[in-house]
T-cell receptor, first 111, second 117 residues
């Protein structure tokens, strides 16, 4: 979804459930995508990345899915834990060598 | 700690003053980036260096902003004549990225939080 200022979309999940965070990217020329996690007062922390020639990539408890047809990226977190609570950002690389970040999604894990 | 280091962590200044932030990247990384982040938003690209060369600057980087990386290691970001709108988190990131066809996994520091009163 879209976010303006402090009104980031929020996903609330129960501890142990799976989480799915979605991201719509803007540029069909983007060839690289990445998910970051950001906790309060800290810099973004790398979670997982994927090239545009792939549809899916798995890490430890996380999976990224890429649908280039509809320019959609998702992050799946298995067995969500309280420590997963944070703001999650997707980013794309389109032109040059810089990452362009989306607005973020807040993930709240309820114990 | 071998991660990206930023100093200071917090800076409070009065409008019109100059401020300078420092970033020490991961030692073997040749690319260094500066981003700015305001509350509730994703990081916005400001500029990046490959070694000591500044290769790209965002139009967000007004002439009051200047960044340097004189020896291709640490970098400084200076803001002159600060304005209240400059209040933000300034993030530094580094990578060893070797070109467009290599993954550009940026490693971020914890940022410098600037408050302009």
């Amino acid at each position: 979804g879209e976010s303006v200022g402090l009104h980031l979309p929020t996903l609330s999940v129960q501890e142990g459930d799976n989480s799915i965070i979605n991201c719509a990217y803007s540029n069909s020329a983007s060839d690289y995508f990445i998910w970051y996690k950001q906790e309060s007062g800290k810099g973004p922390q790398f979670i997982i990345d994927i090239r545009s020639n792939m549809d899916k990539r798995q890490g430890q408890r996380v999976t990224v899915l890429l649908n280039k047809t509809v320019k959609h990226l998702s992050l799946q977190i298995a067995a969500t834990q309280p420590g997963d609570s944070a703001v999650y950002f997707c980013a794309e690389r389109a032109y040059g060598n810089k990452l362009v970040f989306g607005a973020g999604t807040i993930l709240r894990v309820k114990s | 700690d071998t991660g990206v280091s930023q100093n200071p962590r917090h800076k409070i200044t009065k409008r019109g003053q100059n401020v300078t932030f420092r970033c020490d990247p991961i030692s073997e990384h040749n690319r260094l980036y500066w981003y700015r982040q305001t509350l509730g938003q994703g990081p916005e690209f400001l500029t990046y260096f490959q070694n000591e060369a500044q290769l790209e600057k965002s139009r967000l980087l007004s002439d009051r902003f200047s960044a340097e990386r004189p020896k291709g290691s640490f970098s400084t970001l200076e803001i002159q004549r600060t304005e209240q709108g400059d209040s933000a988190m300034y993030l530094c990131a580094s990578t060893s990225g070797g070109g467009r066809h290599m993954l550009e996994r940026l490693f971020f520091g914890s940022g410098t939080q600037l408050s302009v009163l």
